[in-house]
Structures are given as structure tokens and as C-alpha cells.
């Protein structure tokens, strides 16, 4: 261990003694590493959606983790490649959140937030993975049509919104910012989790709207509007016009929620969080319309999602903003008892 290391430890271990309700900030080539890692899961998760939007799914047939029952396969079709690209990527993606998590225990004091956000990170990577070999091995690919395989992508896109909001949290608190709780946050605390429930909620809607445009691909935006109003139509079909309409409720609340929080927790981390996830939600709900309108092609769905993901981690941002236990509005005698920080994680 280096001088610096050495230094930043010592320096974190007196914060955690003092009971501190910050932490310093993580070593510069930590805060990069992370901001890579994120960076990287989130394009892992995008090329996921190609797969999905392409049909490539059962590129590998119902083999996981090898590949048509090879580690690499031979003569490959063009949905092999697809899949088998997902699959190397994603083992990548694996192998860079063990190595974050083990980077952020051992350069972390305990009780720095990053150590418990790190180990979350890991897990739902690994989750991540189950669920993904879990699509594969049930046959839920390619031009499945059941709702087994829906609710399987509802649970996926949880799991992925998970593991985003654990890596932006790594980043967020690697940067020496403090914790956040839940404990004692009143109106503030409801508004927040009110927003992280519906955007997962909105989330799920989205996958199951977006895997309804695969299965079902419309050839006018009339035929479409059609095929979600018939009463004979598959149910895949008719659940696609509840997510637009939870889409423009969910932007009402958020818009409700982070004003509401930036006044209540007046900070300037606060204020450019409500500003920020404002500004993409309204990007995403163009692009929504974009997507509607040109009948959901490949690229568009891709945009789409990557704005999905923004707008979810826009939300964790202002969550960790505004439930800070530093954040102006806050009443630090209902937090939970500092002293036992600790012998936290």
C-alpha cells in the first residue's frame, strides 16, 4: 500500500470514529474506474435490447453458458454472433463489478457508503446473470409469445434498474458525499419512494410494451392503434397502451416530487438532480412519441431505453441527494445513531 492509501485510510478511519456523516472521496483512479464500469454495464445492457429487438435470443439455442452446446460456436448465423457478443460482453461487465467491489472494500474504511453500494453492485450483476440464463434455458427468446416470458422480462428490467442504481451510487458517494437514510425524512422520504416504486413500476410496462412490439410489429401506426383496442388481439397487444399512459402520470409525479424536494431539501446537489431528471424526462417522453410514431425500429427502442435508464438514475441521484443526512431541511437527531457506523459493512 502506497503513502497515499495509507493517508486516505487513516483519514477515513477518523471520520468513522468521530462518527462523522461524511467520508473522504475515493482515490481519482476509483472514481474513473467506476464511472467506466457503469459506462460499460450500461452499453452491456443496451446491446441485451438489440438481442431482444432483433430476435437473436435463441441465437445459441437453449444452451447457456455455452453456446449451441460449443464453448465457441462454428459457423455461426448472424443471431449466434449477436447472442454470443451479449454473452461475452456480460461476462466482462461480471468480471469488472467483482473486480469493483473488491476495489471498493479494500480502499474504503468501513462504514464509507461505497463498500455497501459496491457489494450490492455485485450482486445484482450476478442476478443479472441468472436472469438472463433463466431466459435462455426456459425458451423465453426469440418468438415465445407467452406470458411467462413477460413477467420474466418485468423481472429482468428490475433487476437491471438494480444494478444501475447500485453502480450510480458508487460513483455518487465515491465522489465524498454522505450517506443517505430513509429514517426521519417525513414528506420528503414518501414523495421519493413514491417515485422509485412508479418508475419500476413504469419500467416493467416499458419491457413488456416494447416486447409486444417485437412479437407483434404493426405496419401503420393505425393498424397498431387497432391491434391494442381489439378484444381478440393478444394480450401482449392490448397491455401496450398502458404504458404510455402510465408514462405521462409517472412524469406528473416526478415533476411533483423533485420540486417539492428541492424545497424541502435546499441544497444545490438537490437542485440540479430535480433540474437534470426534469430535462431527460421530457427527452424521454419525445422520444416515446418518436417511437410510437415510426413504429418502434431497433435504434429507436435502443434510444429509448438509454433514456430509461438516465431518467432511473436521475432518480438515484436525487435520492441521494435529498435523503443525505447533510441535506438543509434535515433533522439529524432522527437518524439513525452515528456512533454505530462502524461496525457497518
Request: aromatic letters at 6%.
Amino acid at each position: 500500500m502506497d503513502g497515499a492509501s495509507r493517508t486516505w485510510r487513516r483519514a477515513a478511519w477518523a471520520c468513522v470514529s468521530a462518527g462523522a456523516m461524511t467520508f473522504p472521496a475515493s482515490s481519482r483512479r476509483f472514481r474513473i474506474f467506476s464511472s467506466l464500469v457503469l459506462a460499460y454495464t450500461l452499453g452491456v445492457i443496451l446491446w441485451g435490447a438489440f438481442v431482444r429487438a432483433t430476435g437473436s435470443g435463441a441465437g445459441c439455442g437453449a444452451h447457456w453458458p455455452v453456446c449451441n452446446g460449443e464453448v465457441v460456436p462454428r459457423a455461426p448465423t448472424l443471431a449466434t454472433v449477436i447472442e454470443y457478443t451479449h454473452r461475452l460482453t456480460s461476462g466482462l461487465a461480471t468480471v469488472l463489478a467483482v473486480a469493483l467491489c473488491v476495489w471498493g472494500l479494500r480502499a474504503h474504511a468501513k462504514g464509507h457508503p461505497v463498500r455497501r453500494a459496491a457489494v450490492m453492485s455485485l450482486v445484482f450483476m450476478l442476478t443479472e446473470g441468472l436472469v438472463g440464463a433463466g431466459l435462455v434455458l426456459l425458451e423465453y427468446v426469440a418468438d415465445n409469445k407467452s406470458m411467462g416470458r413477460a413477467v420474466w422480462m418485468g423481472i429482468h428490467l428490475i433487476n437491471t434498474f438494480l444494478l444501475v442504481g447500485a453502480q450510480t451510487l458508487v460513483v455518487w458517494w465515491s465522489a465524498g458525499r454522505a450517506r443517505a437514510t430513509w429514517r426521519g425524512q417525513g414528506w420528503t422520504g414518501v414523495l421519493l419512494a413514491a417515485s422509485v416504486v412508479g418508475l419500476l413500476v413504469l419500467g416493467v410496462s416499458g419491457a413488456v410494451a416494447a416486447l409486444g412490439d417485437t412479437l407483434f410489429p404493426a405496419s401503420s401506426l393505425a393498424e397498431g392503434i387497432r391491434q391494442d383496442m381489439s378484444d381478440t388481439a393478444h394480450v401482449l397487444v392490448r397491455r401496450r397502451v398502458l404504458h404510455p399512459l402510465l408514462a405521462v402520470g409517472m412524469g406528473a409525479l416526478l415533476v411533483l416530487a423533485s420540486r417539492v424536494v428541492a424545497r424541502m431539501r435546499p441544497s444545490a446537489e438537490v437542485r440540479r438532480a430535480s433540474m437534470l431528471l426534469v430535462i431527460v424526462y421530457a427527452a424521454q417522453l419525445c422520444a416515446g412519441m418518436v417511437n410510437l410514431v415510426l413504429l418502434a425500429p431497433v435504434w429507436m427502442q435502443l434510444v429509448h431505453l438509454l433514456l430509461a435508464d438516465l431518467v432511473w438514475m436521475g432518480v438515484v441521484r436525487l435520492c441521494a441527494s435529498g435523503l443525505a443526512v447533510d441535506a438543509p431541511g434535515y433533522d439529524a437527531k432522527q437518524a439513525p445513531v452515528l456512533s454505530g457506523v462502524a461496525s457497518q459493512a
